[in-house]
Nanobody, 120 residues
Framework: QVQLVESGGGSGQPGGSLRLSCLASGTIERMYSMAWYRQAAGKQREFVAVVQSVGTTNIADSVKGRFTISMDDTKNTGILQMNNLKPEDTAVYFC??????????????WGQGTQVTVSS
C-alpha cells in the first residue's frame, strides 16, 4: 500500500511564504505526477497545481506567479512553494499523486490534508 503524508502547513502573513511537502511511502514502483488541491471552508475542492515526472507543470490562474510546484520521483516527494500569500489562500491543502505500486496498476492517492491559514 501507499501512504501520503503532507507537512509544512500552518499560519502565514499576507505577502509571506510557506512550503508544503508531500512524502509518499510504501511499495512504490514509480511516481508519475504530483498535484495539490485546496478546499476552503464552505467551498468545493479546487485544483492548485500539478507536476509530471518529466517536469511539465500546470498552475491554476489564481496562484500563478506566486506558487511553484516540484517533485523528485527518486525520493517520492513533492513540494508546493507558496510565496506572496494572500488571505484567500487560506484552505486545507491536499496532495494527490499518481503512483504505480510494485504490485498493481497506477492509482491516484490522496494525502490527509494540511491547514494553511493566511492572516495578519
Amino acid at each position: 500500500q501507499v501512504q501520503l503524508v503532507e507537512s509544512g502547513g500552518g499560519s502565514g502573513q499576507p505577502g509571506g511564504s510557506l512550503r508544503l511537502s508531500c512524502l509518499a511511502s510504501g511499495t512504490i514502483e514509480r511516481m508519475y505526477s504530483m498535484a495539490w488541491y485546496r478546499q476552503a471552508a464552505g467551498k468545493q475542492r479546487e485544483f492548485v497545481a500539478v507536476v509530471q515526472s518529466v517536469g511539465t507543470t500546470n498552475i491554476a490562474d489564481s496562484v500563478k506567479g506566486r506558487f511553484t510546484i516540484s517533485m523528485d520521483d527518486t525520493k517520492n516527494t513533492g513540494i508546493l512553494q507558496m510565496n506572496n500569500l494572500k488571505p484567500e489562500d487560506t484552505a486545507v491543502y491536499f496532495c494527490n499523486t499518481l503512483i504505480r505500486p510494485t504490485s498493481g496498476t497506477a492509482t491516484s492517492y490522496w494525502g490527509q490534508g494540511t491547514q494553511v491559514t493566511v492572516s495578519s
